[in-house]
C-alpha cells in the first residue's frame, strides 16, 4: 500500500465532521421544502426612501399653496387691466337696492354693509363678472368731480390676505382698496389719488 502526505488543506477536525455527515440522512421532502420558503423582503435602497421624502414634500406644498386661497394681489392685478377694458354693464338707471337685488337673483354677492360714504354715491350700474372660477359682482358709482368708481364684490374667504381694516394698494393708473365686511370682501378701484379713496371709507 502506497503512503501518501496528508493534504495541507485538510486537517484531522475535517475528517471528524466529515464522518458525521455521512451519517445523516436528509428529510425526503427536503427540496419540497426549500422550494416554499418565502424570500426575505428586500430592504429599500437609501435612494428610493429619498425620493419618497421628497415626493411628499412635494405633495404638502402644493396642498399648502391650495389652503392658501387665491392671491389678492393678482386678483387687484387682473380686475384692475378688466376695468381699463371697454366692457359693458348688465343693469343701469337703477338704485342700489336694486342693484343688488338683481345681483342676489344671479346668485352673486350683493354687497350687504358698505360704508355710508360709498353707498351715498349715485350708482351707475352692475354686472357679474367671473375671475379665477369665483363669481363676483361688480357694481360702477359716480364719484365726485366726474370720476367712477368700481367696486368689486367677492363672498367672504375668498381672500385670506383681506381685513377689516382698508388695504391701499397701487395697481398701474389705479388705487384700489380692499376690505373685508359681514359675509363679503369688496375691492374698491378708482383712477385717483389714494387718499382720496381712502377718504370714502
Not at 500500500?1 to 495541507?8: F, Q, V, Y
Not at 475528517?15 to 420558503?37: A, C, W
Not at 337685488?101 to 360714504?117: C, T, Y
Not at 375671475?131 to 366726474?146: K, N, T, V
Request: charged share 20%; glycine share 10%; with cysteine.
Amino acid at each position: 500500500m502506497k503512503m501518501t502526505e496528508p493534504r495541507k488543506d485538510f486537517d484531522t477536525s475535517d475528517g471528524v465532521i466529515s464522518g458525521i455527515l455521512k451519517t445523516v440522512e436528509p428529510p425526503s421532502d427536503l427540496r419540497r421544502r426549500l422550494m416554499t420558503l418565502e424570500p426575505l423582503p428586500k430592504r429599500p435602497a437609501y435612494g428610493v426612501w429619498l425620493v419618497a421624502v421628497a415626493s411628499l414634500a412635494m405633495i404638502l406644498l402644493v396642498i399648502s399653496f391650495e389652503k392658501r386661497g387665491p392671491s389678492l394681489d393678482k386678483a387687484e392685478a387682473d380686475l384692475a387691466a378688466f376695468l381699463s377694458t371697454d366692457f359693458a354693464l348688465s343693469v343701469s338707471g337703477k338704485s342700489l337696492p336694486d342693484l343688488r337685488q338683481w345681483l342676489g337673483a344671479k346668485s352673486a354677492p350683493s354687497g350687504e354693509g358698505l360704508p355710508a360714504n360709498l353707498a351715498a354715491l349715485v350708482p351707475e350700474g352692475c354686472r357679474v363678472i367671473d375671475w379665477d372660477g369665483h363669481r363676483a359682482s361688480l357694481i360702477c358709482f359716480e364719484a365726485p368731480g366726474g370720476m367712477v368708481l368700481h367696486l368689486v364684490i367677492f363672498e367672504g374667504g375668498t381672500f385670506q390676505k383681506i381685513s377689516g381694516s382698508p388695504r391701499i394698494a397701487q395697481r398701474g393708473s389705479w388705487s384700489v382698496a380692499s376690505w373685508s365686511s359681514g359675509s363679503s370682501q369688496f375691492l374698491l378701484f378708482g383712477e385717483m389719488d389714494s387718499e382720496i379713496l381712502r377718504g370714502l371709507l
